[in-house]
């Protein structure tokens, strides 16, 4: 039994043990992709401390009773399933086994207590047939092994907030089945992030990459807090087909004298400017191809690009899943069973538009 | 209520040139000239200066080349392939700059009446393109040959020779030999154009066939990455460049030879110098054997007599060579791999092909793919063998001809014949052949010619510094004619800018736009080049900017950074070249050179087909 893994050790086949999210990441890293370095907190860690905490019977009994349609009823629930999680003590061997973990990450990163961002990572959630995404929590900038573990313990606790309570009751998705994990990963001091996709949301093109950035922590573009800058790229000849430059007036940013991560105003003059240059952009796409490659599908990225390193190494993907509405979807042939020739005919049937 | 106003450019009729181009409609036939008979026609239609094929005011007699495309381009469009919504392209003289019009749709009958045409012919010569090409090219170069081998006496004899008249009368004399001379290379031209479409229409017929597919499947598929998969290397029109490597190559083996190529010599000291030694005449050999065909390639665009051919510049062929065997001693590779090219263009395709899903669209892919790899063949040999070849052969015997009339004293130089129009031309041959006919001690009328010829290279010279207008007439709101935008490079947008750019100074401008014909982001500076001699000034990675590039400019490409042109689309040379040297290129952005200054730090956007004026020039 692992209680952690370090992403280096997980692949696709360690879903089970460390749940989609994390599994993604040890694959990128086996893929080559340049990933900030962690570690998962495994679905054993999660079992072993609902069952040594003696909790276990009382949460799922509590869940059983519910009422999806009645909000009170979720309500309650889940409050009082997330304080029995949030209030149990976490077992030794679990608790040293994250702390040895966060202190390796320190060590390798030269930082004492190196920011990490905490995220869940459920093992039903973003699979291709059931979009769970996010319905968990994630917990940015953490410092200190006290506060990592007590971040581990919360998202835990997430997995029963109402929505996922709901959501699973309605999916009929029996809520002992779903297992978490928790990924620790260096966090990315980003000038600018976002998410990127290997095809064309919008037309399902399969040619292009779409990227979405903005500056600061990807956040604000991915909870939609800001229109963020929008670039199609032609994955085959790299060229950048639009390039649209939003007004970007919010980045997420840590602030250290709060002590989190805030909303923040960006200065007027740069709000207007692309979050990234042309190099960049090429080496996302390049990135993106890679990810798609080694997966075999369409892709949902979210990308990082660090402030203080230079290119290439500032550019990070922080996490990837399966695109899931046109990878589903496109099975019928587009042209259908005209010929091109046929094509052309009806084309040049066509009077051409002269108008005056 | 205020009365909408019209966006339009001036109505043909009633435009003015300016003063110093008077007398300009004389230089030309006068169904070239806007009239009132037709006025009604002419009015409803749209007339932009056709900037790819005459840049420059039209020289009289080189107008034969657009009398003849006129035709020809017309009629396959209408009444040999039968293009169902196509008409033809109509030209028209102004201050000598030429106008030309894609004709307005045909009436809904006759597009369901040209279909049955058009199936069945156009996708005949798409399935048998292969052996229809061989056929062509025998054809072509055989009209090419006769054409060399017409004889333009090289006098006019005080007594016709002996043999002509005994045993029996020959019949027919220089004289004759003259006015039929002409006549048939007029009538050869006419020839060599209509041979030239036979196939050129049904190229980006093909072209749209595999565009529309890939955008069925891509649909955000640019035209520059459509472009990227459909051109390969014009096979016959890097021939002279190849020839140059190799004779370059050569050289270098032979150390002495390579010694005199490299020198500051003119060329002909350089010829007198090989053919000294048994090397140098044995490199000579081999020079020789080269030359024709490829030499013929034309120094500009094909189109202006003035340009030249490097088999009559040579001192442009050896300036290439004497830096190939510079860059052969430091070790440098000189060849550019066609293969290499083909290679990446596979590489493109297959990842495109790879992206889609079903088995249905993997073949209408592949077949409209294979049509138009085969089909374009055609588009990148037949430009080496009509616009550089022929023609050529075309000026060199038209000069044969302006030989006789300086040997005579009615023109003063050559060149001079060119100031006649092809109607004018036999005017003078039957002056001189008269006056010689006639006997002793009558008068020539020359220095009417000449006049004329200094007058007309005046007015020439006036309207080569005259802005011409963009356009005339009434502007479409949408221009979708495939072949005005394909090879002209005139979409919607282009016009609009038209519309706005009558009144812009060309120093205030700090954006242009074009087509995004090769990707690629770079700054630099500009090199504004308007003919091909000017390439001298070129430094290293320099960008090239010039009003369209030709295949005899090949070689610059391997020095510049990237390349914008005045005129051309995707397909047009530069955007081709530029694709293969990796190089960006903003293409057809129509006011290049007007705007661009030699100095200028620009930057050019090849992704965008934005073209940046970073930095003027002081």
């Given at each position: 039994m692992k209680y952690t893994l370090n992403f280096e050790e997980v692949n696709k086949a360690s879903l089970p043990m460390v749940g989609g999210k994390n599994a993604s990441l040890g694959e990128m890293i086996r893929a080559g992709i340049r990933v900030p370095p962690g570690f998962a907190v495994t679905t054993d860690s999660y079992l072993n401390f609902i069952a040594e905490a003696g909790i276990k019977d009382k949460v799922f009994k509590i869940l059983a009773k519910v009422d999806a349609e009645d909000v009170t009823s979720l309500d309650g629930a889940s409050a009082e399933v997330q304080k029995l999680i949030n209030e149990a003590l976490i077992p030794s061997d679990i608790e040293k086994a994250i702390r040895e973990d966060y202190g390796c990450l320190c060590d390798k990163c030269g930082v004492e207590r190196m920011p990490v961002a905490i995220r869940s990572s459920a093992t039903a959630e973003d699979l291709p047939t059931a979009s769970f995404a996010g319905q968990q929590d994630t917990y940015l900038w953490i410092e200190g092994t006290d506060n990592v573990i007590r971040r581990v313990q919360q998202c835990w606790a997430s997995l029963f907030t109402p929505r996922a309570i709901s959501y699973r009751i309605k999916n009929s998705f029996p809520h002992e089945k779903v297992l978490i994990s928790v990924g620790v990963q260096k966090m990315v001091n980003s000038r600018a992030a976002g998410v990127m996709f290997t095809l064309n949301p919008v037309n399902g093109d399969p040619s292009k990459v779409v990227i979405e950035g903005s500056w600061g922590l990807g956040e604000a573009v991915v909870s939609g807090s800001v229109t963020p800058d929008k670039f199609v790229v032609d994955k085959i000849v790299l060229e950048i087909n639009e390039r649209t430059i939003s007004p970007k007036n919010i980045q997420c940013v840590y602030d250290p004298e709060r002590g989190e991560v805030v909303h923040a105003d960006v200065a007027l003059e740069t709000q207007t400017k692309p979050c990234m240059d042309d190099d960049e952009i090429k080496e996302l796409v390049t990135i993106a191809k890679r990810i798609e490659e080694h997966y075999g599908c369409p892709q949902d990225i979210e990308w990082a690009i660090d402030k203080g390193l230079s290119f290439p190494e500032n550019i990070f993907t922080v996490q990837s899943r399966p695109e899931t509405v046109w990878s589903q979807r496109r099975k019928e042939p587009i042209i259908g069973k005209k010929s091109p020739y046929e094509l052309l005919l009806e084309k040049a049937l066509t009077p051409i538009k002269y108008k005056f | 209520m205020a009365k909408e106003k019209v966006a339009r450019f001036p109505d043909p009729h009633e435009f003015k040139v300016p003063k110093e181009l008077a007398g300009w409609e004389e230089m030309y036939p006068s169904h070239y000239i806007f009239a009132k008979e037709r006025g009604e026609w002419e009015k409803s239609q749209f007339w932009y200066q056709d900037k790819i094929h005459d840049p420059e005011p039209m020289p009289p007699l080189d107008l034969i080349f657009h009398e003849s495309w006129q035709i020809s381009l017309s009629q396959y469009t209408t009444r040999v392939f039968c293009i169902p919504p196509a008409q033809g392209i109509a030209q028209r003289m102004v201050g000598c700059y030429m106008y030309?019009?894609?004709?307005?749709?045909?009436?809904?009958?006759?597009?369901?009446?040209?279909?049955?045409?058009?199936?069945?012919?156009?996708?005949?010569?798409?399935?048998?393109?292969?052996?229809?090409?061989?056929?062509?090219?025998?054809?072509?170069?055989?009209?090419?040959?006769?054409?060399?081998?017409?004889?333009?006496?090289?006098?006019?004899?005080?007594?016709?020779?002996?043999?002509?008249?005994?045993?029996?009368?020959?019949?027919?004399?220089?004289?004759?030999?003259?006015?039929?001379?002409?006549?048939?290379?007029?009538?050869?031209?006419?020839?060599?154009?209509?041979?030239?479409?036979?196939?050129?229409?049904?190229?980006?017929?093909?072209?749209?066939?595999?565009?529309?597919?890939?955008?069925?499947?891509?649909?955000?598929?640019?035209?520059?990455?459509?472009?990227?998969?459909?051109?390969?290397?014009?096979?016959?029109?890097?021939?002279?460049?190849?020839?140059?490597?190799?004779?370059?190559?050569?050289?270098?083996?032979?150390?002495?030879?390579?010694?005199?190529?490299?020198?500051?010599?003119?060329?002909?000291?350089?010829?007198?110098?090989?053919?000294?030694?048994?090397?140098?005449?044995?490199?000579?050999?081999?020079?020789?054997?080269?030359?024709?065909?490829?030499?013929?390639?034309?120094?500009?665009?094909?189109?202006?007599?003035?340009?030249?051919?490097?088999?009559?510049?040579?001192?442009?062929?050896?300036?290439?060579?004497?830096?190939?065997?510079?860059?052969?001693?430091?070790?440098?590779?000189?060849?550019?791999?066609?293969?290499?090219?083909?290679?990446?263009?596979?590489?493109?395709?297959?990842?495109?092909?790879?992206?889609?899903?079903?088995?249905?669209?993997?073949?209408?892919?592949?077949?409209?793919?294979?049509?138009?790899?085969?089909?374009?063949?055609?588009?990148?040999?037949?430009?080496?063998?009509?616009?550089?070849?022929?023609?050529?052969?075309?000026?060199?015997?038209?000069?044969?001809?302006?030989?006789?009339?300086?040997?005579?004293?009615?023109?003063?130089?050559?060149?001079?014949?060119?100031?006649?129009?092809?109607?004018?031309?036999?005017?003078?041959?039957?002056?001189?052949?008269?006056?010689?006919?006639?006997?002793?001690?009558?008068?020539?009328?020359?220095?009417?010619?000449?006049?004329?010829?200094?007058?007309?290279?005046?007015?020439?010279?006036?309207?080569?510094?005259?802005?011409?207008?963009?356009?005339?007439?009434?502007?479409?709101?949408?221009?979708?004619?495939?072949?005005?935008?394909?090879?002209?490079?005139?979409?919607?947008?282009?016009?609009?800018?038209?519309?706005?750019?009558?009144?812009?100074?060309?120093?205030?401008?700090?954006?242009?736009?074009?087509?995004?014909?090769?990707?690629?982001?770079?700054?630099?500076?500009?090199?504004?080049?308007?003919?091909?001699?000017?390439?001298?000034?070129?430094?290293?990675?320099?960008?090239?900017?010039?009003?369209?590039?030709?295949?005899?400019?090949?070689?610059?490409?391997?020095?510049?950074?990237?390349?914008?042109?005045?005129?051309?689309?995707?397909?047009?040379?530069?955007?081709?070249?530029?694709?293969?040297?990796?190089?960006?290129?903003?293409?057809?952005?129509?006011?290049?050179?007007?705007?661009?200054?030699?100095?200028?730090?620009?930057?050019?956007?090849?992704?965008?087909?934005?073209?940046?004026?970073?930095?003027?020039?002081?």
């Open positions: - | 030309i019009c894609a004709v307005a749709p045909p009436p809904e009958e006759i597009i369901k009446e040209k279909a049955g045409y058009f199936q069945k012919r156009v996708f005949y010569v798409f399935e048998h393109y292969d052996e229809l090409w061989e056929k062509w090219l025998n054809k072509f170069q055989k009209l090419g040959r006769e054409m060399a081998a017409v004889k333009i006496p090289e006098e006019l004899p005080k007594y016709v020779p002996e043999e002509q008249v005994l045993p029996a009368p020959r019949g027919y004399y220089a004289s004759y030999e003259l006015i039929e001379a002409f006549n048939t290379l007029v009538s050869m031209m006419f020839k060599g154009w209509q041979y030239h479409f036979e196939m050129l229409n049904l190229t980006y017929l093909a072209y749209l066939m595999f565009a529309d597919v890939a955008r069925k499947l891509f649909p955000g598929i640019s035209e520059s990455a459509i472009g990227k998969m459909v051109a390969g290397a014009y096979v016959s029109m890097f021939r002279p460049e190849e020839e140059l490597c190799r004779l370059s190559r050569l050289a270098g083996s032979f150390p002495e030879v390579g010694k005199i190529i490299k020198s500051d010599v003119p060329v002909e000291q350089k010829i007198a110098e090989l053919s000294k030694t048994e090397d140098g005449r044995r490199w000579l050999a081999e020079l020789e054997k080269a030359k024709n065909p490829w030499f013929y390639v034309n120094c500009g665009s094909g189109w202006f007599y003035y340009e030249g051919s490097w088999v009559n510049k040579p001192a442009i062929p050896f300036s290439y060579m004497k830096s190939y065997v510079e860059r052969l001693d430091k070790g440098e590779k000189i060849e550019r791999s066609l293969e290499e090219i083909s290679k990446k263009r596979d590489e493109i395709v297959a990842e495109y092909r790879k992206l889609i899903k079903t088995p249905e669209d993997q073949k209408s892919f592949e077949d409209a793919y294979k049509t138009v790899r085969t089909i374009y063949r055609y588009a990148e040999d037949h430009l080496f063998w009509v616009e550089h070849w022929f023609h050529t052969i075309w000026w060199d015997k038209i000069r044969d001809i302006g030989k006789l009339f300086v040997k005579y004293g009615m023109l003063k130089k050559v060149d001079d014949i060119f100031m006649f129009n092809r109607f004018e031309v036999p005017e003078l041959i039957e002056e001189l052949v008269t006056w010689w006919a006639l006997g002793e001690g009558i008068p020539l009328r020359s220095r009417y010619y000449m006049d004329k010829a200094e007058k007309r290279q005046r007015i020439l010279a006036a309207a080569r510094k005259w802005s011409p207008i963009p356009a005339l007439g009434i502007p479409p709101k949408e221009v979708a004619e495939p072949f005005t935008v394909m090879l002209w490079g005139i979409t919607t947008d282009k016009v609009a800018e038209w519309l706005k750019g009558a009144a812009v100074v060309p120093e205030k401008v700090t954006e242009i736009k074009g087509f995004a014909s090769s990707s690629g982001v770079v700054e630099g500076t500009a090199r504004v080049l308007k003919l091909l001699e000017e390439i001298t000034t070129l430094k290293e990675g320099d960008i090239m900017v010039c009003p369209c590039s030709n295949p005899a400019w090949a070689p610059v490409f391997t020095k510049i950074k990237a390349a914008v042109t005045d005129i051309g689309g995707l397909t047009s040379h530069a955007a081709i070249v530029s694709r293969e040297y990796g190089l960006p290129a903003v293409t057809g952005t129509g006011v290049a050179t007007s705007v661009i200054r030699t100095g200028d730090t620009v930057r050019v956007d090849g992704d965008r087909g934005i073209v940046i004026i970073v930095k003027r020039a002081r």
